[in-house]
């Protein structure tokens, strides 16, 4: 099975900061990359596929990028309600398996 | 718009059986590969299994697999998870989620499972 390692595991900003949350595959595991948002309480929500676009009504400055092993979620400048933690994972075979997850807080 | 509205949580004991249920709406359910999506208290997701969308074809994750079956009803628009020889482990908060091309684009708002004597 892929396993799937974020970092940081928190990451402390002020509103308006850039976020950069990284996500790495133990295997190359070509764009089949996502991230989703969870808020406390919500269900996830869908962000990113395929490494870097976007899903319906996600606002531009959420970013994805990355191929391979390496890949990068970036928030331009952060919003309150941005706050969240945020998941990766990958659709290269069976068993899809998320990261652990990256936590933006408020500093 | 696309609904999912997953049913049958509670508390059970070690090594009993339990059935959830997720009803579809707002979609054409037969066109979707649908899977379940789990989360421990204060944890992570992981992720449990998925049926394909004419449910010929299933896989799991290696924690459930042999224990839980996953199963849908096109006639009926509703997946289901039979979850058999339940741990302590097993409980979470489980969410059905649809397939778009890879990605879970829709999720229900959970249904919590408790495992405990």
């Known amino acids: 099975e892929i396993v799937l390692t974020q970092s940081p595991a928190t990451l402390s900003l002020s509103p308006g900061e850039r976020a950069t949350l990284s996500c790495r595959a133990s295997?190359?595991?070509?764009?089949?990359l996502v991230w989703y948002q969870q808020k406390p309480g919500q269900a996830p929500r869908l962000l990113i596929y395929d490494a870097s676009n976007r899903a319906t009504g996600i606002p531009a400055r959420f970013s994805g990028s990355g191929s391979g092993t390496d890949f990068t979620l970036t928030i331009s400048s952060l919003e309150p309600e941005d706050f969240a933690v945020y998941y990766c994972q990958h659709r290269s075979n069976w068993p899809w398996t998320f990261g652990q997850g990256t936590k933006v807080e408020i500093k | 718009q696309v609904q999912l509205v997953e049913s049958g949580g509670g508390v059970v004991q070690p090594g009993r059986s339990l059935r959830l249920s997720c009803p579809a709406s707002g979609f054409t359910f037969s066109s979707y590969g649908m899977h379940w999506v789990r989360q421990a208290p204060g944890k992570g997701l992981e992720w449990v299994a998925v049926?394909?969308?004419?449910?010929?074809?299933?896989f799991y994750a290696d924690s459930v697999k042999g224990r839980f079956t996953i199963s849908r009803d096109n006639s009926k628009n509703t997946l289901y998870l039979q979850m058999n020889s339940l741990r302590a482990e097993d409980t979470a908060v489980y969410y059905c989620?649809?397939?778009?091309?890879?990605?879970?684009?829709?999720w229900g708002q959970g249904t919590l499972v408790t495992v405990s004597s």
């Open positions: 989620a649809r397939e778009q091309l890879g990605h879970l684009d829709y």
């Open positions: 295997q190359s595991i070509s764009s089949y």
């Open positions: 049926v394909y969308y004419d449910g010929s074809k299933k």
